[in-house]
């Protein structure tokens, strides 16, 4: 089962993080702005979080939806999002 990533690293290093992470994985993301945009299986992606050495952050996708305005953004993201506790949820 393949997941949505994105590496974020700095500026102007996309390219170079895109051959990174296909060197280390075999798979070639889209570069954006700041960052790289890869689909990968959970293996790969440990391996390409214990291995890059130009990424700065490994980001999961966990969700995706339109918005226009802040309030759409607070509403929208109370009401799609999947909540992810570690230890005990405060109340």
Known sequence: MSS?????CPKYMEEI?????KDITGTEGEISKGGLSI??????AI?????????SR???Q???FEFSNKDDLYKKGL????AIF??????
């Open 17 to 21: 993080l895109q051959k990174e992470a």
């Open 39 to 44: 689909e990968l299986d959970d293996f790969n």
């Open 62 to 64: 966990i969700d995706a």
């Open 47 to 55: 391996k390409l979080l214990l291995n890059t050495r130009i990424a």
């Open 86 to 91: 570690i230890g005990k949820p405060h109340s």
């Open 58 to 60: 490994v980001l999961k």
């Open 4 to 8: 949505h990533y994105f590496l974020t």
């Open 79 to 82: 009401k799609n999002s999947k």
